[in-house]
């Protein structure tokens, strides 16, 4: 992972993020777990495994995710907009990188 640049520095706010996640996502997602899919949490390791594309590009993973929804999860592309969703995904990736610890 040395040498990884955030593609998206200037335009993703995390603390927005953060309140985007609170209000939208930690329904289903608190702390980043999943409490309807056991083991679709939104740890590395889970994104990794089970996002498809995540290994390759995973901003635009946890893009195309969050806008069209999978299974129980609902799309968010008619909820949020290009640049909530630029938000909350700049969010999960950096908690994800960071192990989603409680404390922050
Ligand atoms: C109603 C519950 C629910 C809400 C609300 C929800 N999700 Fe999900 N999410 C799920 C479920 C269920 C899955 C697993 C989908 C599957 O693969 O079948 C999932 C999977 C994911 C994944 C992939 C995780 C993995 O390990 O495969 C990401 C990333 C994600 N959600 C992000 C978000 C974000 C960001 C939000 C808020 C904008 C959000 N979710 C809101 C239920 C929800």
């Known amino acids: ?6 593609p998206y520095p200037a335009l993703a706010d995390i ?3 953060a309140k985007i996640f609170t209000n939208n996502c930690s329904s289903c ?3 980043g777990g ?3 899919i056991a083991n679709k949490t939104l740890s590395k390791e889970a994104l990794s495994q089970y996002l498809d ?3 390759t ?3 635009e993973a946890i893009i195309h995710q969050v806008k069209n929804g999978k299974g ?6 008619n909820k949020l907009s290009e640049q909530e969703i630029l ?3 700049a969010y999960v990736f950096q908690k994800a990188e960071q192990g989603w610890q409680e404390n922050s």
């Open 1 to 6: 992972m040395l040498g990884f640049a955030f």
């Open 15 to 17: 603390d927005n993020g």
């Open 29 to 31: 997602h608190l702390g």
């Open 34 to 36: 999943n409490i309807l």
């Open 53 to 55: 594309n995540y290994n």
């Open 57 to 59: 590009d995973s901003i």
């Open 72 to 77: 129980a999860m609902p799309a968010f592309k």
């Open 87 to 89: 938000e909350v995904t």
